[in-house]
């Protein structure tokens, strides 16, 4: 029989609330090494540290590990070659120096100004869409981001759902297990998204615009940094989906917290001014990606327990942003202290982050 | 559905280990832990996609982990194919 698992992240209870789970690790076994022998690790200055610490603890794990899967199912003449296509020049499995260089081009190319007028005229469309009563997630949290990155990046709006079931079939790429017929939908989405970019920068470079695509074209054009067909379709993919899953369950998880906790809700309504913090309490309270992937690049000691070149390291960033107190439930949009233990993520591209498992999917009226 | 034996489970466990990890049928000992045949995170995704098939089941990818010998995946796949005892494993997907 299976014996006490420490680990155990499919089980239905640790899917509707890990943090029991999270928080016996952290007491018990807080570099844990796993029935699958990658390390979980729970605790926040641990997970700091090997984040920090890019020199023996690169990203990429789950590239890494899907192509060693493609590799081997093609010896068996099963030919996923779309997957690891499309996952070349994911910035989150990427590492110093392309990593350092991606990002300073994406940087150059974004534009927060016009980003958020993009955002908001999209919120403005899909409240007044929504009526009186609506499903937060189904009808505002999942069109939100897709219409917003279609809109970035310069694609027809009548492209709008298309984009988003390819993007979303892509997007479990990340996903912390990944079985064969996984693979299959995987590698089907890879292929329509891929054909679609490939005519979309076609036409982009015959006509250049405003759009986020045309400017990372011009950026790598002025910059003369050589630039393929193959990465620059990845390049795109990954920024279409990026932000996808994240604000979903930030959106999701966000409101649902507050109506759980009805004095800090109160507390927003009466002072709009704590927004920023509350997003980032939101963040921290409950992290829109639980888990992210580092392989150790040298044999080395943490805190004690020794680890092996190419170990992998699962790191729980929804562990590390819950510190103790927050078990008893406690949030706070007024606490500044938060905001320095934070483990951030999306907004900068900071950290890479890896999908956990997708908690917050469910949906629910408001 | 017709149900499975559990030593037809246990005969094809061994085939179709000993198929991936090319080793002879016979030094497959159900005791020994899965890893010891060369079971590792590439290859255990084809087993597990052959062995979904021929159960008809949808199976946790910490499957070989959780039970890491022939024996006890074994019993543990013949309760779940012929109890209909899934709750463990209800949503894996």
Known sequence: MATSRLWDPFADHHRANPYLMYERLRVESPIHRSQSGDLVLTRYADIRNVLQNTEDFRAGNRKEWIERQVTYLHNKGEDFKAVTDAMNSFIVMMNPPEHTQLRAIIMEAWDDHDVDLIIKSNIDELLLSCGKSFDLVKDFAEPLPVMTMTRIMGMPHKDYNFLKQVATGVLRSLDMYTSFKDLVKIDAASKQFMEYLNRYLDYREANPSTDLVSKIVRQYQQKNIPVSRKQMLSICIFLFMAGEETTVNLIGSGLYTLLNHPQQHSALVSDPALLDNAVDEALRYESPVQLVGRIASRDLELNGVAIKKEDTLTLSLGAANRIRKCLLNQINLTSIEMQSTTLPLVPAFTFAWDRGWQRNSGSWRC | ?93
């Open chain 2, 1 to 93: 559905m017709k149900p499975v034996e559990l030593d037809e489970i246990i005969t094809f466990l061994k085939q179709v280990i000993a198929r991936e990890t090319k080793l002879d049928v016979n030094k497959i000992e159900v005791d020994q832990h899965l890893g010891v045949f060369g079971l590792d995170s590439i290859n255990s995704v084809y087993v597990l996609q052959q062995l979904e098939d021929f159960l008809q089941l949808e199976l946790s990818p910490l499957l070989f982990w959780d039970y890491p010998t022939i024996k006890s995946l074994s019993i543990h796949l013949y309760q779940l194919k012929n109890n209909g005892n899934e709750q463990a494993l209800g949503s894996i997907r």
